[in-house]
């Protein structure tokens, strides 16, 4: 019955999380915010609200370790298994800004939650406040810098939402995040108890692999429409948002302790990101080759085999 409902609630966060960027993209739009600004912040966080739901409501729980668990278990996810299987159907080629801004950010990013980590063990309201100021800061930044096609063809592609369903969408999507989230932290301590595994272990796999859903769906119709740069731009976003938005507004809000996630946890999360800015320089020069997909692919797989066996 856990296993139900853990795929039940998962279907309501991804819903809510939908609704939820709709009516908030229609409100921009109402108010006449440009849709560069839109995509940058709404549309990027909209793929990482399962993430923040989950986490968010894994700490106000007592359960800080699934939530960190899950944005480790979430930016592995994204780079090896999401970015692996993307490159398998094509190669993702590396702009000049991804090199130059995007990828460093994602690197600067888990370099300071490595870091937090490294001196406290944990979270606390400081370090989540630090992290939640970096996040708004390096909007602003990215803001400021060049603005990105890919971004304001999403945004002008979106219909114009009647006035009437922009309020039931931001409250429909909000009520689906809050139930599913809360559920969905219920059904995976249970599996865990069940298995016989910590926590920790199992917001690293099955939890982060599960709220990484949209990111993997959106992914790949990016790779299936022949925009590579978009794959690879919602992998960076989402990594970033993860850490300094998700870990920055949880730890603000309550001190995150570790608990069963390991160094070498977080380790593999900041080597994911370094492996990006790897390929990108040294090995596929300028684009993730299939080949090289396919040895991310199978890292994700040693990981997780390491980690349960």
């Not at 108010?31 to 409501?57: K, N």
């Not at 970015?83 to 600067?108: E, Q």
């Not at 917001?203 to 790949?220: F, K, Y």
């Amino acid at each position: 019955m856990d296993y139900i409902i853990l795929v039940i609630s998962l279907a309501i966060i991804i819903v809510g999380a939908m609704l939820l960027t709709d009516g908030s993209v229609a409100v921009a739009r109402r108010f006449r915010v440009p849709e560069f600004v839109v995509g940058l912040t709404i549309m990027a966080v909209g793929t990482s609200m399962p993430e923040l739901t989950v986490s968010f409501m894994s700490a106000i729980n007592g359960h800080g370790e699934m939530a960190i668990g899950n944005v480790v278990g979430s930016n592995i996810f994204n780079v090896f298994a999401i970015l692996g299987v993307c490159a398998l159907f094509s190669p993702i080629v590396f702009t000049r800004t991804n090199v130059r801004r995007d990828i460093p950010l994602c690197i600067i990013a888990s370099l300071m939650f490595t870091a937090m980590t490294l001196i406290g063990g944990n979270i606390s309201h400081i370090e989540g406040a630090i992290l939640f100021i970096s996040y708004v800061a390096m909007i602003i930044y990215m803001i400021r810098a060049e603005k990105s096609e890919a971004v304001q063809a999403a945004g002008e592609s979106a219909p114009a939402m009647p006035t009437w369903r922009i309020p039931i969408w931001i409250v429909l999507g909000l009520a689906g995040l809050i139930f599913g989230g809360d559920i969905f932290v219920e059904s995976a301590s249970n599996i865990a108890r069940a298995w016989g595994v910590s926590e920790a272990t199992i917001a690293i796999t099955l939890v982060a692999g599960g709220t990484s859903m949209p990111e993997l769906a959106s992914s790949l119709v990016s790779i299936l429409k022949g925009k590579t740069s978009l794959a690879l731009g919602n992998v960076l976003g989402s990594n970033i948002a993860n850490i300094l938005l998700i870990l920055g507004l949880c730890g603000s809000t309550i001190p995150l302790t570790m608990g069963g996630v390991a160094m070498t946890d977080i380790y593999v999360a900041l080597a994911a990101a370094g492996f990006i800015m790897l390929s990108a320089l040294v090995i596929g020069r300028d684009k993730l080759t299939r080949f090289e997909g396919a040895v991310f692919v199978a890292c994700y797989v040693g990981y997780v085999y390491t980690l349960l066996y």
